[in-house]
């Protein structure tokens, strides 16, 4: 099956600093997210980016599809942001099938 | 509201005994979804469902009975139990098209199951 790596597994960070996340992917895709889930475990998409550039507030994404790679940028980090952020891949548009990247846990200090 | 909704949200059981986690959606999504998140492994999945009396086996299916009599429901079964299942179980639903939304997953709240 198709395989997804993320990169950094963890991160800190201080109040105010920028950080990207980076997802590669073994296999082209139709559907990909990016999901945030929050210290109380609640997953919430963040983006639906199969390809090109999205932007919505402080995040934005690129997928880089013909090169197998998604950047999921956080700017201006505040401590709400902490959670572990997973990309997710489908071969298919529908997104039925969803594969999971092990996520990055990040954490944004005061 | 539009929502995904798991019952129970934590529960406690012993081995072989049959439970089953009740999921439904209210936005009239085909696809719904079961996935397990373990620490280090991310989220899987167990088995999907395409529309009403369709599901097939996710990658990791092996322990777990599903049905879809119905499009806003998605039990999830364990028939018998084991330690090995004790995990966060989160169900998922979403729709298909172009338009605004579509092949967008939403979760529910997840279920924490703890096997003894």
């Known amino acids: 099956g198709i395989q997804v790596e993320q990169s950094p597994p963890d991160l800190i960070l201080q109040e105010g600093a920028n950080s990207t996340l980076r997802c590669n992917f073994s296999d082209s895709v139709n559907n990909l997210q990016w999901f945030h889930q929050n210290p109380w475990g609640q997953l919430i998409n963040l983006f639906y980016?199969?390809?090109g550039t999205k932007q919505n507030g402080r995040l934005s994404a690129t997928t880089v599809a013909t090169e197998r790679y998604s950047l999921l940028y956080i700017s201006s980090s505040q401590t709400t942001d902490s959670g572990v952020y997973f990309c997710?891949?489908?071969?298919?548009?529908?997104?039925?099938?969803?594969?999971f990247g092990e996520g990055t846990q990040l954490t944004v200090n005061p | 509201e539009a929502q995904v909704t798991q019952n129970p949200r934590y529960l406690i059981t012993v081995t072989g005994k049959k439970l089953t986690v009740t999921c439904s959606q209210n936005?009239?999504?085909?696809?719904m979804s079961w996935y397990r998140q373990d620490p280090g492994l991310g989220l899987r999945q167990i088995y999907y469902s395409m529309n009403v009396e369709v599901t097939d086996k996710g990658d990791v299916p092996e322990g777990y009975k599903v049905s879809r009599k119905e499009k806003r429901n998605f039990p999830l079964i364990l028939e018998s139990p084991s330690p090995n299942q004790t995990s966060l179980y989160f169900c998922?639903?979403?729709?298909?098209?172009?338009?605004?939304?579509?092949?967008?997953?939403?979760f529910g709240a997840g279920s924490r199951l703890t096997v003894l």
């Open positions: 980016i199969p390809s």
């Open positions: 997710a891949v489908d071969l298919h548009t529908s997104g039925s099938r969803l594969t």
């Open positions: 998922a639903s979403s729709h298909s098209g172009t338009g605004d939304g579509a092949n967008v997953l939403t």
């Open positions: 936005m009239n999504h085909e696809y």
